[in-house]
């Protein structure tokens, strides 16, 4: 009996474009493990690197706030758009992002005992929400970033009302410059951010786990290309170093012109300006990210409900 469906199939072709006879072939040498499947498709060539940001799948919003140097960004999730376009559901991930900015660490569950507007927790007005509203919501995350001197440039993709929506980003500018000319700055790079998905500031910020899967799935197309061994460690360390340079912030080429790196525009911005600018940080929450949303078989669960 195979240790995957042809639901697990589908998934895998979806994340990978690969043909239907190749995900199938890649799921039964993987034992049905669809991340493992997907590094021996990459390996041979068969699928590109999956984008984290294509198919992301929880519904609920994304809320951004900043006050003075400071910003946040908050994720609550509810089980479906539909409730996302409500009233109040906005109105609470707006009120808990705003309360999320008093605090001073980025702990979900401290952001829950805090105090709500108007009386008792956050985690008590969620609670009301559920019962009201009628189906389950949950404050998932939040990330603050600050400065000492400059400004936190709050943006929103798609913003389906002030500072809530699918995608919040957020970009911290220390510098000594005039405020409006780092507000324009940082709306562009915030910009830049939603489009282009980085994975940390810099090469060095990059998760050691994700490097290392990228080294072996390299290291595995250079030994089938048959070449000696010493071009074919020259070709892993190549493959590393373009995936660092291609999900760093800072090296990544900007999506305005399509040339230049993000430390060239910054550095040049501080160069116009007369003071220096420095990217300190930055936060990106797509709605959703990382989790998987399970994919219901109406019919089967109607032959369960039948009994049969």
Do not use: C
């Not at 990459?42 to 609920?60: D, H, I, Y």
């Not at 282009?196 to 910020?205: E, K, N, V, Y």
């Not at 030994?223 to 373009?242: D, H, I, L, R, W």
């Amino acid at each position: 009996m195979a240790a995957f469906s042809a639901s697990d199939v589908k998934a895998l072709r979806e994340k990978t474009g690969a043909g239907m006879m190749d995900a199938k072939k890649a799921l039964e040498e993987a034992g049905g493990d669809i991340e493992a499947a997907v590094d021996a498709l990459r390996a041979k060539g068969l699928a590109t690197a999956q984008k984290k940001s294509s198919r992301t799948a929880a519904e609920g919003l994304v809320g951004v706030s900043v006050a003075d140097t400071k910003g946040v960004a908050v994720e609550v999730n509810s089980e479906t758009d539909f409730v996302a376009k409500n009233d109040k559901f906005q109105d609470f991930v707006r009120e808990t992002t705003n309360v999320a900015l008093t605090l001073d660490n980025d702990d979900v569950e401290a952001l829950k005992s805090a105090s709500y507007p108007g009386g008792g927790t956050v985690a008590d007005k969620l609670t009301d929400n559920v019962a009201t509203i009628g189906e389950n919501q949950q404050v998932r995350r939040m990330k603050s970033v600050s400065v000492s001197n400059g400004v936190v440039v709050p943006y929103i993709h798609n913003a389906q009302a002030p500072n809530l929506g699918k995608i919040g980003v957020l970009v911290a500018l220390e510098s000594d410059a005039d405020k409006a000319t780092l507000e324009g700055l940082g709306k562009q790079l915030a910009m830049h951010i939603a489009a282009a998905f980085p994975q940390a500031l810099t090469a060095d910020g990059l998760d050691a786990d994700v490097i290392e899967r990228e080294r072996k799935i390299a290291a595995e197309k250079a030994a089938e290309s048959g070449k000696p061994e010493n071009v074919q460690e020259k070709m892993v360390e190549g493959a590393v170093k373009k995936y660092a340079k291609e999900n760093a912030l800072m090296s990544q080429v900007f999506v305005m012109d399509n040339k230049t790196p993000i430390a060239d525009v910054v550095a040049k911005a501080g160069k116009d300006a007369g003071s220096e600018i420095v990217l300190k940080d930055y936060v990106r929450f797509q709605l959703g990210e990382g989790i998987e949303k399970k994919e219901e078989d109406f019919a089967a669960e109607v032959a369960a409900a039948a009994g049969n």
